[in-house]
């Protein structure tokens, strides 16, 4: 990295409908770096913010030019140091990376953090107690599906091997259901899934009215660990969409020194060396369990941060990605809880008719937003996952008991309306 003549570092920053807003990256770039906006131009976002990505950066169109050619697009620039916010495309940029000799993740550990099935095996090889699971092939036939489910126990989860926001995710009960929830989540088209056991949930829950399960967020700088954050949440809406996170969790001091054991033991069998992790856990009977581990910050925790703390956790990564020392110490200072609470349509609505009473929650103590995700008239698809919420609700609470009121209020104040379809997978899981 080179500061010479007062010029600030050039950090390169994927931007794309997966990324940041735009003005949250510039905003936490400010007097750190300048900005090497890589984008897609081709993509609809990127059109609609063509005039301001170039305001608040300079821009390398990577439209149509394979990924292992994008090295010679990028190098003209120079750039510092490379950051992502998002799993799009994270193989192709640990490579990237690695071919202008910028610190990131190396592609095979890009790889574990995308890949579920693989990650699941460096789990298990690390010896970290893991779900069995097994590969649903893409175009497996029919007649071979149920063999495949034979080498898991039943009730188990279905997932994408590359996916997020629960997309596509949902519970089988028996092997005999698995063709039909394939069938029935992608007709004859289908990638490759993961199927694993399900990992039972502990009782009682993490906090009351609280769900059994957690992430925790931690930064990595030349190999060595440190956490400074534990995300709590609110219980799943069927079949796994979530439905609130909350900074810091409500937790015992032995749930959160189990939590940060097990989240130091997930990055590590993923090989993470520098960068920021996101790490899922549930506690079950037989103690905490991962569920999955990305290599970004998690959805919506920049936001609970800046509420609860001020402190941007978005410059926070852009300063590891460019070799600097983590400076975390800000994140770790509370000004209350940070929240963010996500509603849903039920399994069954396919249409948004109508939302009523978000004004009336704006005003609730606490709150600093709430805000229409899906305006009425739109169509609506629980396959799409949490990235198909209805309305949002931003804001820090002082206490837990006024998080959990600030929920219940909100979904006994708002009025929602839904067209709906017949659906047998969704009067099954609704």
Same mark, same amino acid.
């Given at each position: 990295m080179t500061e010479l003549a007062g010029r600030l570092p050039l950090l390169a920053i994927p931007y794309g409908g997966l990324s940041l807003p735009l003005m949250t990256s510039a905003q936490a770039a400010a007097g750190l770096c300048s900005i090497l906006w890589l984008v897609d131009g081709t993509d609809p976002v990127v059109r609609d913010d063509w005039r301001a990505l170039h305001r608040f950066g300079q821009v390398v169109d990577l439209a149509g030019i394979p990924p292992d050619r994008w090295a010679d697009a990028v190098a003209p620039s120079r750039p510092d140091g490379i950051v992502t916010f998002s799993d799009h495309q994270m193989v192709d940029l640990a490579h990237?990376?690695?071919?202008l000799g910028l610190p990131f993740h190396r592609p095979e550990v890009a790889r574990l953090l995308t890949d579920k099935a693989a990650q699941r095996e460096a789990q /298990? $090889?690390?010896g970290l107690a893991v779900p069995g699971s097994a590969i649903v092939p893409a175009g497996l036939a029919d007649d071979a599906v149920e063999a495949v489910a034979g080498a898991v126990s039943f009730p188990a989860v279905l997932k994408p091997i590359y996916g997020t926001d629960s997309r596509t995710t949902m519970r089988v009960e028996a092997a005999v259901e698995l063709l039909d929830a394939l069938r029935s989540l992608f007709g004859a088209d289908r990638p490759d899934m993961l199927i694993e056991e399900y990992l039972p949930d502990s009782a009682p829950c993490l906090g009351e009215g609280f769900a059994n399960y957690l992430s925790v967020e931690s930064v990595v700088s030349d190999g060595n660990i440190e956490h400074f954050a534990v995300t709590g949440r609110f219980p799943l809406a069927p079949p796994f969409r979530e439905t609130g996170f909350f900074i810091p969790a409500d937790l015992t001091p032995q749930q959160h020194t189990a939590a940060l054991d097990v989240g130091t033991a997930a990055v590590r069998a993923a090989g993470v060396e520098t960068g920021?992790? $996101? +790490?899922e %856990?549930?506690? +079950? #009977?037989? !103690? #905490? /369990?991962v569920i999955e581990v990305n290599g970004r910050l998690g959805g919506g925790v920049p936001l609970m941060l800046e509420m609860a703390t001020g402190a941007s956790a978005p410059r926070l990564a852009m300063e590891v990605a460019l070799g600097r020392p983590a400076d975390y110490a800000a994140l770790l200072r509370r000004d209350g809880i940070g929240f963010r609470l996500l509603f849903h349509a039920p399994i069954t609505a396919r249409k948004v008719r109508a939302v009523d009473g978000l004004e009336r929650v704006a005003r609730l103590p606490g709150v600093r937003s709430a805000t229409l995700h899906r305006e009425p008239g739109t169509a609506i698809d629980w396959r799409t996952g949490t990235n198909d919420y209805v309305y949002s609700v931003l804001g820090v609470a002082r206490d837990y008991d006024q998080l959990r009121d600030t929920a219940r209020v909100t979904e006994a104040t708002v009025r929602a309306r839904f067209e709906h379809a017949p659906s047998s %997978? !969704?009067?099954v899981l609704d």
């Amino acid at each position: 990295m080179t500061e010479l003549a007062g010029r600030l570092p050039l950090l390169a920053i994927p931007y794309g409908g997966l990324s940041l807003p735009l003005m949250t990256s510039a905003q936490a770039a400010a007097g750190l770096c300048s900005i090497l906006w890589l984008v897609d131009g081709t993509d609809p976002v990127v059109r609609d913010d063509w005039r301001a990505l170039h305001r608040f950066g300079q821009v390398v169109d990577l439209a149509g030019i394979p990924p292992d050619r994008w090295a010679d697009a990028v190098a003209p620039s120079r750039p510092d140091g490379i950051v992502t916010f998002s799993d799009h495309q994270m193989v192709d940029l640990a490579h990237l990376a690695a071919n202008l000799g910028l610190p990131f993740h190396r592609p095979e550990v890009a790889r574990l953090l995308t890949d579920k099935a693989a990650q699941r095996e460096a789990q /298990r $090889h690390s010896g970290l107690a893991v779900p069995g699971s097994a590969i649903v092939p893409a175009g497996l036939a029919d007649d071979a599906v149920e063999a495949v489910a034979g080498a898991v126990s039943f009730p188990a989860v279905l997932k994408p091997i590359y996916g997020t926001d629960s997309r596509t995710t949902m519970r089988v009960e028996a092997a005999v259901e698995l063709l039909d929830a394939l069938r029935s989540l992608f007709g004859a088209d289908r990638p490759d899934m993961l199927i694993e056991e399900y990992l039972p949930d502990s009782a009682p829950c993490l906090g009351e009215g609280f769900a059994n399960y957690l992430s925790v967020e931690s930064v990595v700088s030349d190999g060595n660990i440190e956490h400074f954050a534990v995300t709590g949440r609110f219980p799943l809406a069927p079949p796994f969409r979530e439905t609130g996170f909350f900074i810091p969790a409500d937790l015992t001091p032995q749930q959160h020194t189990a939590a940060l054991d097990v989240g130091t033991a997930a990055v590590r069998a993923a090989g993470v060396e520098t960068g920021c992790v $996101h +790490t899922e %856990i549930k506690f +079950t #009977p037989a !103690g #905490p /369990r991962v569920i999955e581990v990305n290599g970004r910050l998690g959805g919506g925790v920049p936001l609970m941060l800046e509420m609860a703390t001020g402190a941007s956790a978005p410059r926070l990564a852009m300063e590891v990605a460019l070799g600097r020392p983590a400076d975390y110490a800000a994140l770790l200072r509370r000004d209350g809880i940070g929240f963010r609470l996500l509603f849903h349509a039920p399994i069954t609505a396919r249409k948004v008719r109508a939302v009523d009473g978000l004004e009336r929650v704006a005003r609730l103590p606490g709150v600093r937003s709430a805000t229409l995700h899906r305006e009425p008239g739109t169509a609506i698809d629980w396959r799409t996952g949490t990235n198909d919420y209805v309305y949002s609700v931003l804001g820090v609470a002082r206490d837990y008991d006024q998080l959990r009121d600030t929920a219940r209020v909100t979904e006994a104040t708002v009025r929602a309306r839904f067209e709906h379809a017949p659906s047998s %997978i !969704g009067a099954v899981l609704d």
